[in-house]
């Protein structure tokens, strides 16, 4: 989503679901527009059995926030929506609030490229409570799928050690937003181009292409086919060689970089794209080297992911980069990153303490955490991460460097001796940006760095090590007695 | 995608891989830009291990090729890309001629909402081979993922037995665009609402929603939250119970809902998002039975697919609507159709006869079918689907009512007595719209009754019986001799 280059104000206020609307008119009309809530983004557990995310989508909240206005156009469709009882949704006064409306609230976010862990804020929310509550939908839209799809890129970059992988997903993303946040999220997350040109354009990340089947197919002969892309391309030359048999292929393909040599040019890579990639790079590779054309690189794609590029390097495939599609785009096997946007707290108007509210459940994952939460990283002297504490400064216990894991009481860690970094900072102030986002370059290398300081053990594919995230002491007591009191007297029959 | 509403028609011309304009270099500079293709848009199996496919997304292809045009600032942004090797990667000459370019290819595709097969086309595009080939990403990003969502609408239709299913996945969508798609899509596949505003407003679908776990929490208790919700929306008042303890939101929905009668209003329904929905919605169900209140509806939500809704049938919950999100959007577990796009015929020009191709591979499943096909459908005298005959006029044996399977070429049906009806219609000539796009409605009563006569044993979700598919005796001769003869003189170095 590049909301100033595709999307006009009108899209981003009506880009929500229709309860957000429903609720900001009942806050609105119940009084409670005077109160503040304070709302955090959060996941609760790591995408793809991993051991962590990466925060990407913040750098396109400021761009959300100051085009957040309901125009002539959303108002007169929203003021015409019938309720499903009778008479209409939405009353004229309420209208009329949208009319002027504008976002005020403040927001603080990780950087994108940061890693991130269950239950830490990928965006807190702080404001009125109407504005709060509608940006919801648009926030959860904007950071859950590029959180998904860094994270996704992050894990088959790890697995590529270091050759260059490029996102080739465009035709199997949700449309063309799609296929720009999976561009944008991919180059954060660590790949190093995109064959989407629009993504390209907009977001000044490196294009890269080669030829497809249809190309060898529209020529007499493969060879013919092969000879004109080097005629047309001679800068830009990868040979697909699967079209009809990668044994042929392989030899037209180094009759056509002699050639190239002939003419002073150089074929830079065939890219193959189907059958069995571990045995035809190897057989590939050998055609070249003895051919004297050890300087042609491999290209490999089809249905690739973090595993099969693991296995391939298992397997000594001897490949350069990858083209890496449908399973990136789709963040295939776990294709939504569950992130939620939850209250924690709530106060009557600016100048009131905040109070601060949990949700509870029959199931344990979905309770949530209270407070106005932020996040210390403790890094050891390397600048290695060892752990994270959520903190709630109303309740914290002194500069404690105890935290307490959330999902078992039981078991503590003492970041005592480590150095605390704050993981949040903030952004908005008063509906406006008071930081400009960070470039997706920055981001990029933020990412690469964190991945780079991170404990092998966590990265892992295969049962990772649960990274420490733990509860201040004071919010961890917090948490408990709120818990014990919302059952006891929150729900009670008045 | 909505292409008039939100794409600039530089949108729509770059959104595309980089590989599909130095391709069209290459043709325009090999002078096979005079030549002709034909391209199909197809997939290879069956999403979600199901027994059919709902093509959607076709209705946007006349916005998309009418649309296609490169302006300056995208011709400006091509003309400065850099080749990997040096120089840059287009030639002054080719930019001018995409400056001029306009699509004249012919169209022809089902109708949406109309089932669709493995091998079946879901676009096929002729048309000069440089337009052909710059369609291929836009198309294949267009009906990859809308049929996708809207055979997935259907699989959850059908499991909810005629109980509303309402789309909730904007907040895991990719993207507007991919909240829009998912809207579309699934409203086409049965959906009866969305609550996505932007896709109401846009494509004219009813909206619903409830209202969220963070407007129980703003209020200092749950009744009254409770209260202040029918009291804001009395006609459109759904009660969400579970956001501390369910058994306690029940008493406390029972108590407004009894407070509404006395105000002259209803209760319209409750909703339940987490927990064990089967044995919640029963006690709810019972609760508001006894309490005199069977007019209210139970609502469910929380992760929901086919089969969870199937469970809860299965075991007797009484549940009347869903709101299915995550697992519509994302298409979970298959989060991708695999559609491609690939080349079955050639010609040097309009007036000579088309040259049919295929494209071979080690693995069986990647080759494909040659030929300009088009697709008969045979139905009993009850209107009944019994089996598609794919179709190459050129090569077709007298009319013949055989079909030969395409995996399995001893099976052979015979579709003699049954009527044929013609499944591909025309709808773009030589670049323009020659048939109005259905509108929504049409398409998901289209789908409706299609799924209503299609065989129960290639509906049921665990091992759908397959649907009998084949070539029609004289494609299928074209393709073993294609197959023999590629492989022979196509790939010979010359």
Not at 182 to 200: D, E, H, M, Q, W
Not at 312 to 322: E, H, K, R, V, Y
Not at 409 to 437: H, N, S, V, W
Not at 461 to 485: C, I, S
């Amino acid at each position: 989503m590049a909301l100033t280059d595709r999307t006009t104000p009108q899209d981003v206020a009506l880009n929500t679901d229709l309860y957000e609307l429903t609720m900001a008119q009942g806050f609105w009309e119940s009084g409670l527009n005077q109160g503040e809530a304070c709302f955090n983004v959060f996941f609760r557990e790591c995408p793809f059995d991993g051991g962590y995310a990466v925060s990407c989508g913040q750098g396109q909240i400021a761009e959300l926030v100051e085009n957040f206005v309901f125009n002539e156009d959303a108002l007169e469709y929203l003021a015409a929506l019938p309720a499903p009882g009778g008479g209409l949704l939405f009353k004229q006064g309420f209208i009329d609030y949208l009319r002027d409306f504008r976002m005020h609230v403040d927001i603080w976010a990780p950087r994108e490229g940061d890693l991130i862990f269950p239950r830490e804020p990928l965006v807190r929310v702080q404001g009125p409570v109407i504005d709060c509550q509608l940006l919801e939908t648009a926030l959860l839209n904007l950071i859950n799928f590029q959180t998904l799809v860094a994270t996704k890129t992050a894990r088959v970059v790890t697995a590529a050690q270091g050759h260059a992988v490029s996102d080739f997903g465009l035709r199997r993303a949700q449309g063309p937003d799609g296929g720009l946040a999976v561009a944008r999220a991919s180059y954060i997350g660590g790949a190093s181009s995109t064959s989407n040109v629009l993504a390209g354009k907009i977001y000044d990340i490196p294009v890269f292409g080669t030829h497809a089947h249809s190309w060898v197919m529209a020529f007499p002969t493969e060879i013919e086919a092969f000879r004109a892309f080097a005629k047309s391309s001679p800068k830009n030359c990868v040979l697909l060689l699967d079209t009809y048999d990668v044994h042929q292929g392989i030899k037209n393909a180094i009759k056509v970089a002699k050639e190239m040599e002939e003419a002073g040019e150089r074929l830079a890579a065939i890219r193959i794209d189907s059958g069995d990639l571990a045995k035809l790079t190897k057989e590939t590779r050998e055609a070249f080297d003895e051919a004297g054309l050890s300087y042609v690189k491999i290209s490999a794609s089809n249905d690739l992911d973090e595993y099969t590029i693991q296995s391939l390097f298992a397997q000594g495939a001897p490949i350069d980069s990858f083209g890496v599609g449908t399973k990136l785009a789709t963040c295939d096997p776990q294709p939504s990153l569950g992130g939620v946007y939850k209250l924690s707290a709530v106060r009557n108007s600016k100048e009131e303490p905040w109070l601060p509210k949990i949700k509870l459940s029959e199931q344990a994952y979905k309770r949530t955490l209270p407070g106005i939460m932020h996040v210390i990283r403790f890094v050891d002297d390397a600048g290695r991460p060892i752990g994270d504490q959520i903190v709630d400064d109303s309740v914290a216990v002194g500069n404690s460097t105890i935290a307490v894991d959330i999902n078992d009481p039981l078991t503590t860690y003492d970041f005592t001796g480590a150095t605390g970094i704050e993981l949040l900072e903030q952004i908005i102030d008063d509906g406006k940006r008071c930081k400009e986002p960070d470039t997706i370059v920055v981001a990029k290398e933020r990412c690469r760095d964190s991945l780079m300081r991170l404990d092998p053990a966590v990265k892992r594919f295969l049962n990772p090590q649960t990274y420490p995230v733990g509860l201040e002491p004071g919010l961890d007591k917090l948490r408990h007695e709120l818990a014990r009191t919302e059952r006891r007297t929150a729900s009670k029959t008045r």
